[in-house]
């Protein structure tokens, strides 16, 4: 390709762009100049920089002009361009005339152009393709094409979505090309070209185990939401689960989960009307009793006959055992279960009895235990004595048909306890005498004789202690000594003169006894005698 450079934006201080080329293209650059003259062609780079050229005074050339027929004679010369960039290309013509001129113009490198049109693609059969994997560079345009009968929603752009035709669905996959341009010109770049094939997928029909018939009021099985196919189909059923309130046939539709490329599939499932042996309630039974036959005929009318499997009652573990009853064939009856309770016994539960006394009132032994429900029976021995101080063990025998152990209560006679209780008195003759305690410093509670402290007479008393009963405390006395009052003796006072200062009265007698007097000081403020009252501190 041969080029003219121009010089005419030059002088305007103007960058004409000359050339746009592709990294590794050789490319063919001239000038038209004078007879006789010389040139010297220069490139620089973008900051300015010389790159060496292999011929920089060109080839001179001689040609005529197709138009005009004139002679036409200049310089050219080959560049292989192999770095990308913005470059300026010069040419100076030494003119045998003296004149000298300067043509320049800009050179831009590209990178060649890339592209990648992404993975392999599978989608289900009616389901448009997105080609979001593709991605390119140094491009100046972009065309999608198919190799079968589909369409894009916008071909010339890198992301488009493909919307497969009938031809690609029948024969399962296509094969999508993306060319990209570069960005020179005059075909300096190779186009960029990637393909990727879409595999369209027949949907497939998940496939499951028929389930049913059950029969009304049936306990139904759940609606299985992973198909037999391999690999399984994942998804829903609506009604979402299976109703054998009444008989009839319901269609369940099954729904796979996005992205699966499955169908919609159904399933009838069948409720029917069967007789259900019934049987009358069986124990429960006590563990490791005898328990009663499996009956062999039901209560319907007419009976249903079968077999039971277990064929008898094992009593051996507690707990619920389930026996299924098969009936014989040509009835119209279905299967059926019963459980039997097999109960660990009861071990009968009693309130303890507390320490006895000696000769105390025993409680009677209870004939019927604290558990809920309730044990009755009997003691061994049937009674308590206390006649003397013993530890005995009763034994509880249940009465029979109560599913329950034997138990023991253990009861203990001890000596009976003496009340004691803090020493009182003396007191004096007359005086207010506390109540008597009617709790002993021991704890005994009980009643006395007599039942009050009596100081009208002088001398010693005997009260007697009758504890309550139940306590195992015995009878006790205490010994109340009634003491004769003592006068305090004072010294006289007075007498005294009028408005005289009087001495304090004293708050102990002579004879040693501690009070308080009324008035509790001497007025000598009024002529004649005055009475003073000395009252004793109690006790």
């Avoid at 300015?48 to 080839?59: I, K």
């Avoid at 080959?78 to 040419?91: E, F, M, P, R, V």
């Avoid at 996005?258 to 019934?278: K, N, S, Y």
């Avoid at 007498?495 to 002579?510: H, I, R």
Wanted: hydrophobic share 35%; net charge negative; charged share 10%.
């Amino acid at each position: 390709m041969m080029l003219l450079l121009i010089a005419a934006f030059q002088a305007a201080g103007q960058t004409y762009v000359i050339d746009k080329v592709c990294l590794g293209t050789e490319r063919h650059y001239r000038i038209d100049g004078e007879t006789g003259s010389r040139y010297m062609w220069q490139l620089t780079d973008s900051s300015g920089n010389p790159v060496p050229l292999n011929n920089q005074a060109g080839t001179s050339f001689a040609t005529t002009d197709p138009v005009s027929g004139q002679p036409k004679v200049g310089s050219e010369i080959i560049i292989q361009w192999n770095n990308t960039g913005k470059y300026q290309l010069a040419a100076i013509q030494y003119s045998s005339l003296g004149c000298d001129t300067l043509q320049q113009g800009e050179v831009q490198v590209f990178a060649q152009p890339t592209v990648f049109a992404g993975n392999p693609i599978a989608v289900c059969i009616g389901s448009n393709a997105s080609l979001t994997q593709s991605t390119a560079a140094d491009y100046s345009s972009m065309l999608w094409n198919s190799s079968g009968d589909g369409s894009f929603d916008n071909n010339s752009t890198l992301h488009p979505i493909y919307t497969p035709g009938p031809n690609d669905q029948s024969s399962g996959s296509v094969t999508l090309t993306i060319t990209a341009p570069g960005n020179g010109s005059s075909n300096s770049c190779t186009p960029a070209v990637s393909s990727v094939k879409v595999t369209i997928n027949s949907k497939i029909v998940p496939t499951f185990n028929q389930i049913g018939p059950f029969y009304v009021n049936d306990t139904p099985r759940v609606l299985p939401t992973t198909s037999t196919n391999s690999p399984a189909i994942i998804g829903s059923w609506s009604p979402s689960t299976i109703s054998t309130a009444q008989k009839g046939t319901t269609t369940y539709t099954f729904t796979p989960d996005a992205g699966q490329c499955a169908l919609v599939t159904t399933m009838d499932i069948t409720v029917a009307t069967e007789i259900i042996p019934t049987f009358a309630a069986i124990g429960p039974f006590c563990q490791n009793t005898t328990p009663q036959p499996l009956p062999t005929i039901s209560t319907n009318t007419p009976p249903i006959t079968g077999t039971w499997n277990p064929s008898t009652i094992n009593t051996s573990t507690v707990g619920t055992q389930i026996y299924t009853f098969t009936p014989d064939a040509t009835q119209g009856a279905t299967g059926t279960t019963l459980n039997v309770d097999i109960t660990a016994p009861i071990t009968p539960v009693f309130t303890p009895i507390g320490l006895l006394y000696e000769d105390s009132t025993p409680p009677v032994l209870p004939s019927v235990s604290n558990n809920v429900p309730p044990v009755t029976g009997a003691w061994t021995p049937a009674v308590i004595s206390t006649a003397k101080v013993n530890v005995t063990t009763f034994t509880f025998t249940p009465d029979s048909g109560q599913c329950a152990l034997k138990s023991t209560l253990v009861v203990q006679v001890i000596e009976d306890i003496i009340p004691t209780f803090n020493p009182m008195g003396p007191f004096c003759q007359n005086s207010v005498a506390p109540a008597l305690p009617v709790l002993s410093s021991n704890g005994i509670t009980g009643t006395w004789n007599p039942s009050i402290i009596n100081t009208a007479n002088v001398g010693t008393s005997v009260y007697t202690f009758t504890p309550d009963t139940g306590q195992g405390a015995t009878t006790t006395h205490i010994n109340i000594t009634i003491t004769a009052q003592i006068t305090p003796i004072f010294t006289s006072f007075g007498p005294l003169c009028l408005n005289s200062t009087a001495q304090d009265l004293p708050f102990t007698s002579d004879n040693g006894i501690k009070g308080i007097w009324s008035p509790d000081t001497i007025s000598t403020s009024t002529v004649g005698t005055l009475t003073y009252t000395f009252s004793p501190d109690p006790g």
